[in-house]
Nanobody, 123 residues
Framework: QVQLVESGGGLVQAGGSLRLSCAASGRTFTMRAMGWFRQAPGKEREFVAAKSWSGPSTYYADSVKGRFTMSRDNAKNTVYLQMNSLKPEDTAVYYC????????????????WGQGTQVTVSS
């Protein structure tokens, strides 16, 4: 099985930046795509970004496109989410996810999930 651990969350003022990390362990050879999702209080879990493990394509939600960048380090079995120009509406618990298929934007398609890391953006 795959284990995912997110880190890098915290409190930041609007306009600031944070870099989230997701370290994978276990049977990581089964992973073909990774995704980032977030969930705010009273809201449904929503897609943020997704990227295949070996392909060049990266997909972003319209709400974060141009501000967030997803990247990967295959040697470290780690993916990152660089978040710039943060807004209060970005406040949420951010989750890393993995699946053994192509990159998609639907959360039920992902097999493995991290514990989440809190991101709070103050006005």
């Amino acid at each position: 099985q795959v284990q995912l651990v997110e880190s890098g969350g915290g409190l930041v003022q609007a306009g600031g930046s944070l870099r989230l990390s997701c370290a994978a362990s276990g049977r990581t050879f089964t992973m073909r795509a990774m995704g980032w999702f977030r969930q705010a209080p009273g809201k449904e879990r929503e897609f943020v970004a997704a990227k295949s493990w070996s392909g060049p394509s990266t997909y972003y939600a319209d709400s974060v496109k141009g501000r967030f960048t997803m990247s990967r380090d295959n040697a470290k079995n780690t993916v990152y989410l660089q978040m710039n120009s943060l807004k209060p509406e970005d406040t949420a618990v951010y989750y890393c996810a993995a699946r053994n298929g192509i990159a998609v934007i639907t959360s039920p398609s992902y097999n493995f999930w991290g514990q989440g890391t809190q991101v709070t953006v103050s006005s």
